[in-house]
């Protein structure tokens, strides 16, 4: 947990920063700022799987980024459609971070962060119904 708080804090504070990390991706797209936008839909959704993970377990979750190996430690078997959106998420922590291009803000283009922001958006609706 977070230090000393109760599991409905620390659920709560997961989900906290879920919402802004996704409106922090909005407002990033709405710049223009595509990179951007698919880091912060990768975050809002590494939160939520925190959430859950809290939620079902009443422990703190994995400090790790993988989407795939937090969907996993949150015991969670997601439809084609979203596991195909976390596949997608999952590398974009990285990404923003470290790039492996010269220009890694080619990398993502408007077309794909709108698709992202799309699919987070799924992924949030999906995740808070069991996080909550």
């Not at 223009?32 to 809002?44: E, P």
């Not at 079902?56 to 190996?69: E, V, Y």
Request: proline residues 5%; contains cysteine; hydrophobic residues 45%.
């Amino acid at each position: 947990m977070i230090r000393n708080v109760s599991v409905e804090e620390s659920i709560e504070y997961w989900l906290r920063l879920a919402a802004y990390d996704l409106d922090t991706a909005r407002a990033l797209f709405a710049a223009g700022r595509h990179l951007h936008t698919a880091f912060f839909c990768q975050q809002a959704i590494e939160k939520l799987f925190k959430a859950v993970i809290v939620r079902r377990t009443d422990s703190a979750p994995p400090r790790i980024h993988d989407l795939i190996r937090l969907a996993a430690a949150a015991s969670l078997h997601p439809s084609d459609a979203h596991r195909a959106s976390i596949e997608r998420l999952t590398p974009l922590a990285m990404l923003a971070r470290y790039p492996s291009t010269q220009e890694p803000e080619k990398a993502v283009d408007r077309a794909i962060a709108e698709r992202l922001l799309s699919e987070t958006e799924d992924l949030d609706r999906w995740l808070r119904s069991i996080a909550t």
